[in-house]
């Protein structure tokens, strides 16, 4: 199992959710958060003062799937995220030792 991690820009996010619907992937946790990579923010003016606005609004959005689903699921994210412009985000694959549902107490890929 591998758990998919994507920070994107906040206006994509219906469109990978669209797309992960698309080849079965129903289950995801998408949070509101904040961060800068090569980015580093930008100045804006506010009542006649300039501020750097370091941090930039973006979309987490997480989701464990069985290893034989990850590279279309990559692809996905990477297809309705991409803009061609700076920020488009990033997306980190890391490996799932073992998952549990609670309800059910099932294990492993039955579990997700």
Do not use: C, W
Request: proline share 4%; hydrophobic share 40%.
């Amino acid at each position: 199992m591998k758990k998919i991690e994507a920070i994107i820009k906040p206006f994509k996010l219906n469109e990978v959710k669209s797309a992960l619907n698309e080849i079965g992937i129903q289950g995801m946790t998408v949070s509101e958060v904040k961060g800068f990579g090569r980015q580093k923010g930008h100045t804006e003016i506010y009542r006649g003062s300039e501020y750097t606005v370091d941090f930039l609004p973006k979309i987490k959005i997480e989701t464990v799937l069985p290893d034989a689903l990850v590279p279309q699921a990559v692809q996905a994210i990477i297809k309705a995220a991409k803009t061609g412009k700076i920020g488009d985000g990033k997306v980190f694959v890391s490996s799932i030792d073992d998952t549990y549902r609670i309800r059910t107490e099932e294990r492993g890929d039955s579990a997700v």
